[in-house]
């Protein structure tokens, strides 16, 4: 026995337990989360995207402050392909929609404002976000 009172074998086993460790630690802070949600806004529609690395948990949009309409959403991208409720939209309320999986790299995922008017239908706003790893 050795003066720190471990044999040979038991030190044996202490090292490659501390290398285990050492190596997930490593790795784990060696690779940062490339994506880990993103919020952005265009005219008066604002997408938020909820996740981290690939995995998207929800997306959400939204108007803008002062950017209240009569319409409807439509979230789209990586799959996606949701159109909300015709309604009045003001500023606070969202539309999400639910995702909870992995998405492909380099996917790309917009958010629509399309305000309904006696004439048609008008954009209000075309906000995107990028899925990367």
């Given at each position: 026995?050795?003066?720190?009172?471990?044999?040979?074998?038991?030190?044996?086993?202490?090292?490659?337990?501390?290398?285990?460790?050492?190596?997930?630690?490593a790795v784990l802070a060696g690779a940062p989360s490339a994506f880990a949600g993103?919020?952005?806004?265009?005219?008066?529609?604002?997408?938020?995207?909820?996740?981290?690395?690939?995995?998207?948990?929800?997306?959400?949009?939204?108007?803008?402050?002062?950017?209240?309409?009569?319409?409807?959403?439509?979230?789209?991208?990586?799959?996606?392909?949701?159109?909300?409720?015709?309604?009045?939209?003001?500023?606070?309320?969202?539309?999400?929609?639910?995702?909870?999986?992995?998405?492909?790299?380099?996917?790309?995922?917009?958010?629509?404002?399309w305000e309904h008017t006696g004439s048609g239908m008008e954009l209000r706003g075309?906000?995107?976000?990028?899925?990367?790893?």
């Open positions: 026995m050795s003066g720190s009172g471990m044999g040979a074998k038991a030190r044996r086993r202490m090292r490659v337990a501390v290398s285990a460790v050492c190596v997930g630690v993103a919020n952005g806004c265009n005219d008066r529609t604002c997408i938020s995207v909820e996740g981290s690395g690939l995995r998207v948990e929800k997306i959400s949009a939204a108007t803008t402050w002062n950017g209240d309409f009569t319409g409807h959403f439509h979230i789209y991208g990586g799959g996606i392909d949701r159109n909300s409720a015709t309604g009045f939209w003001g500023y606070h309320q969202k539309f999400t929609v639910p995702v909870g999986r992995d998405l492909p790299n380099g996917s790309v995922l917009c958010a629509e404002g075309r906000a995107c976000a990028e899925v990367h790893f």
